[in-house]
């Protein structure tokens, strides 16, 4: 009888085992799969050309410098600005609000913000800055990709907030910290991994965003310098992919690969060395 | 940790200058809009920009993009492949002229047949795209491919599933040559297909026919050439048979009264003509007849002027057919008939 | 004496002063957090009032039809979110089907199986998938992944289920390479690493007591799982559910390059359909017409009210749970 049972327990176990064993393995498989493909197509005849030369039409050897130089400023200031308010707006969620009627009517319309497609996001940056402004810019560009940063922060950082123990914050207030100082030197120090997880995934998702700046940042074929640069039209890497990719031309689908390769190896290497910063505190 | 609301503030107040301090912005040189002349386009920027030091920034957003940027005054010159209708461009105090001409080829994947072999016209590819024909060695398709060992198997109709220029070209010609087409679907550059799969862009068409045994889809001229794909031979208005060529876009072009076309409406599909291929199309600029910044207008026409004078072999070059020279001077007498003087080349 | 009573009050003047200026540096950093909150909430507003107004024509001009009817016709300028919304939903469910159980045993594998020298590469691997940029997707997925898919995996899905009653229908030829079914796989390796990162993370708050005292009466590592870590934590694994749900619904350039874009209804996974965020990527730029835009706005404003409806039921469903939770625990 007990055996039976001993038998069938240790049975399911290991099937359920197993079977995590077995989505990892997915999970992995399809990693090195889009990898490898990236690389066998990107790397291929990559050059340094591309962080040298501007875009170019098909056949005069261009690059992609102005898309990331483009790509990076624009991302930079929609982080800088996007992150700090979500985690705000978390800590308002997590800390202040929790089963608040406002908190809830918060949280409720975040989470709508973070699954809108993002070329409604880029048609509502559109409509507000654009026409006033009387042309395209990439500080449009950048308030449409903040707008889609926040959303993303906002989720993770309350989610991480509600994580940290009620202990923690009771054994502080009982040392007499007004709450304020409680939230700053204990719960997001103790939820700091997850805040910065957010603020990465937020960095992944806008990386590769290419609708929400086709009305706003709209591109460039030229480099932009400069504080007025901000001001004009910008270039964007995953804009010029997509352009690339859709062309008639194998020397533009090449340059889209390896922009691909590009983007997709910076927020590698960015997840990479922040993971190690993570490492490296605690 | 440092209070983030500090550094937000500090933020802010930075942007808040940068914004200040770039008010001033020199003449910006900004279109947009249509996908297919974008290769030239940058090929001419680029060598204008060498020439003369005038940047020229062209972003393929698609034709209508292109027109709602210029209604929205966001750009200097907007691009179309669908030309707007004389009434249209009369509201809009807009006025349109063409640059290039170019041909929309249809493609095939049916084992053994090779390229060119196969011959459709106009009446046979609308019954294809309806799905009246259902396989290939329907009785139709044989009767027109007497020669061609045809199997039976189930067509495949691809179509762009993105609005389109190349959608446009392509269904009007087919508006033209079939009643049952025209009721039933229409021409626009974006329309709703009886059947068949959709795929995204000219690369998505080209890509899919590749794969898919049995499928016809269309393209641009360029992707079907970069691509390798069995391309048909179209029966054209005059009856014969011909292959898709620059010369053949350029013969459907001949015949075509473009100054005694208002607002240079003109579609270019089943012209007249014995070289002539059926299904070209004219791609489109359109500007203000009264622009707010008659400068930056002025030095967009400069740039078509020197197209117009100077770009005929790059735009040979690029697999498009540049327009015939009493197109051009009538679209010179256009603009001055047309916009104001300020704005003149 | 005189001393001890000034010192004394000296003492509560200063922590009169420190607590008032604790008090007013409160209010102050309580003040930014709402207005921070305040922010997404206008952002919102301004959101829903741009498309309300954009698509107002397409309101007026259509009305309930909208939602039920299945032509779009861009000539006619008669236009039905039938099709998109079916497809919205089908895709983003079957990449849930697939995802979530992987995701939860990617989250299982890296808190309970892996080797711990391995558990940070590992994870670090899989939220990796979530950094890849959605139009790298939409291009590997249209050159690399669909012509293997059409190839060599559709038509053996298709011969293996043509004798059985349901999933013959389900799985019809002929095979296209994209469609619906195309796009679920390549939304579910999307959302993969968002349902097993927030899973995995909320499977490490668990307290190791609880843990602990299970694996000490005798359970299995799966008992342990199943009815301590998941009980304790499903609040999250919902939470990273309901994320990666959002993202599946309002997945743009993957899908539109993968799903064949055709705004038809068939009971076949492998046919080509369409979702709202692909007809509006894929036919925005382009459209003219009086009715056209704004019925691509409208639909946008009808994924927003599927994710409404979608999030209320999570709400709903997260309320009754914890409300489980707390009144009779087994």
């Known amino acids: ?282 | 940790m440092k209070p983030f609301t500090n550094r937000l503030l500090g933020l802010a107040a930075g942007i808040a200058v940068a914004c200040a301090a770039t008010s001033a912005l020199a003449v910006d040189l900004t279109g947009a809009g249509a996908t297919f002349p974008y290769p030239i386009y940058s090929k001419w920027a680029e060598a204008y920009k060498a020439k003369t030091g005038v940047g020229l920034n062209y972003q393929p957003i698609g034709s209508g993009g292109g027109i709602a940027q210029i209604k929205a005054k966001t750009v200097t010159f907007g691009a179309s492949d669908k030309p707007l209708l004389p009434g249209d461009l009369q509201a809009a105090g807009l006025t349109q002229f063409p640059t290039v001409i170019g041909g929309v080829v249809p493609v095939v994947n049916i084992p053994g047949v090779k390229a060119g072999e196969l011959v459709l016209d106009g009446k046979t590819l609308a019954d294809i795209c309806l799905g009246n024909i259902k396989y290939w060695d329907d009785a139709a398709v044989k009767k027109l491919n007497p020669g061609v060992n045809l199997p039976h198997l189930a067509v495949v109709g691809v179509h762009r599933s993105d609005g389109s220029g190349t959608n446009f070209i392509f269904t009007a010609y087919l508006s033209k040559k079939s009643p049952q087409w025209a009721s039933q679907v229409g021409a626009d550059t974006a329309v709703e297909w009886p059947t068949g799969i959709g795929a995204k862009g000219n690369e998505g068409v080209a890509e899919s026919v590749k794969q898919a045994s049995g499928s016809l889809g269309y393209v641009e001229y360029a992707y079907a050439k970069a691509n390798h794909i069995a391309f048909v031979r179209m029966i054209n208005h005059d009856g014969v048979a011909v292959e898709p060529t620059a010369e053949a876009f350029k013969a459907a072009s001949a015949r075509t009264d473009w100054a005694h076309a208002p607002g240079f409406f003109v579609v270019l599909t089943d012209q007249p003509g014995h070289d002539a291929w059926p299904i070209a199309g004219a791609t489109f600029i359109l500007v203000y007849k009264n622009p707010a910044d008659p400068k930056a207008q002025k030095e967009a026409l400069q740039f078509f002027k020197w197209a117009y004078e100077n770009g005929d072999a790059l735009a040979e070059a690029n697999d498009y057919v540049p327009l015939p020279q009493s197109t051009k001077d009538a679209i010179f007498k256009s603009w001055q008939t047309n916009i104001v003087p300020a704005s003149q080349p | 004496m005189v001393d001890a009573a000034l010192s004394e009050n000296l003492a509560a003047t200063s922590r009169g002063a420190a607590l008032r200026r604790f008090g007013r540096s409160d209010l102050r950093f309580r003040f930014f957090t709402g207005s921070a909150a305040l922010l997404v909430v206008v952002i919102f507003a301004g959101l829903i009032a741009t498309l309300v107004v954009g698509a107002w024509p397409a309101i007026k001009a259509f009305g309930f039809d909208f939602l039920v009817t299945s032509s779009w016709n861009p000539v006619t300028e008669r236009f039905g979110a039938f099709p998109a919304i079916y497809g919205t939903v089908v895709s983003s469910a079957i990449a849930m089907l697939i995802a979530l159980p992987i995701g939860i045993g990617i989250a299982i594998f890296l808190t309970e199986l892996c080797p711990r020298s391995l558990k940070r590469p590992i994870g670090i691997a899989i939220e990796l998938l979530a950094g890849i940029p959605s139009i790298v997707y939409g291009i590997w997925g249209l050159f690399v992944f669909v012509p293997y898919f059409q190839q060599t995996i559709q038509p053996r899905i298709i011969d293996a289920f043509a004798n059985v009653p349901i999933l013959s229908t389900l799985f019809a030829g002929p095979p296209f390479g994209v469609g619906i079914f195309t796009a679920s796989l390549i939304l579910s390796i999307m959302i993969l690493p968002f349902i097993s990162a927030v899973t995995r993370d909320v499977f490490e708050t668990v307290p190791h007591t609880l843990k602990e005292a299970a694996y000490a009466i005798g359970c299995t590592t799966w008992e342990v799982m199943w009815n301590v870590v998941l009980p304790y934590s499903r609040s999250g694994v919902v939470g990273g559910a309901m994320l990666a749900l959002g993202r599946a619904l309002g997945e743009t350039m993957a899908v539109t390059f993968v799903i064949g874009n055709a705004h038809h209804i068939n009971s076949s996974l492998f046919s080509a359909g369409t979702t709202i965020s692909a007809t509006i990527a894929s036919e925005f730029t382009e459209a003219l017409g009086t009715l056209y835009i704004p019925a691509l706005i409208e639909l946008g404003l009808v994924l927003f009210g599927i994710t409404f409806i979608v999030l209320a039921i999570a709400q709903l469903m997260l309320y009754r749970l914890n409300r489980l939770a707390g009144g009779g625990s087994k």
């Open chain 1, 1 to 282: 009888m007990n055996r039976v049972l001993y038998a069938r327990r240790r049975i399911t176990n290991n099937v359920f085992l197993i079977l995590s064993l077995m989505a990892a393995a997915i999970g992995l498989g399809w990693l090195t799969l889009i990898l490898s493909t990236l690389v066998t197509n990107g790397a291929v005849g990559f050059s340094f050309r591309i962080f040298t030369e501007i875009t170019k039409s098909s056949g005069s050897n261009g690059g992609l410098a102005n898309a990331i130089g483009g790509s990076l400023i624009m991302t930079s200031i929609a982080v800088v600005v996007g992150t700090p308010i979500g985690i705000m707006d978390g800590t308002y969620l997590a800390e202040y609000g929790r089963d608040r009627l406002s908190a809830f009517l918060v949280r409720f319309v975040n989470d709508i913000l973070l699954s809108a497609p993002s070329i409604l996001i880029g048609l509502f940056v559109y409509e507000v800055l654009v026409p006033r402004m009387g042309h395209f810019s990439g500080i449009a560009g950048a308030a449409a990709l903040a707008v889609i940063v926040i959303p993303v922060v906002v989720r993770t950082t309350e989610n991480m907030l509600l994580l940290v123990p009620n202990t923690l914050r009771e054994a502080a207030a009982a040392l007499g910290s007004p709450r304020s100082h409680i939230i700053r030197s204990v719960t997001w120090r103790a939820a700091r991994a997850g805040i910065v997880t957010g603020a990465l995934l937020a960095i992944a998702r806008i990386s590769g965003e290419t609708a929400p700046l086709l009305f706003t940042a709209f591109g460039n074929n030229g480099w932009v310098s400069g504080l007025t640069g901000l001001n004009s039209p910008m270039a964007s890497l995953p804009l010029v992919i997509y352009n690339d990719a859709l062309s008639p031309s194998d020397d533009l689908h090449q340059l889209a690969w390896e922009g691909a390769l590009l983007i997709t190896l910076a927020v590698l290497t960015l997840s990479i060395v922040a993971r190690f910063f993570e490492s490296r505190r605690y």
